[in-house]
């Protein structure tokens, strides 16, 4: 298992966080996504794997969540 930790900027509720959940976890095996939500700020997510992640495919799903990766 791989543990991957970024920072993801524009998040500021619970529904934000729902939807970068969701796209990351959609990646090929994602297993876990964890989220500390920063309102307004730069969020903590701790994404657990299979195996390492791919930054571009990471950064194309928070993206598509609506939001950025820092």
Known sequence: MTTTTITVTGMTCGHCVAAVKEEVGALPGVSAVEVDLVAGGGSPVTIT?????????VAAAVDEAGYEVK
Do not use: H, K, T, V
């Open 49 to 57: 794997s299979e195996q390492p992640l791919d930054d571009a495919a």
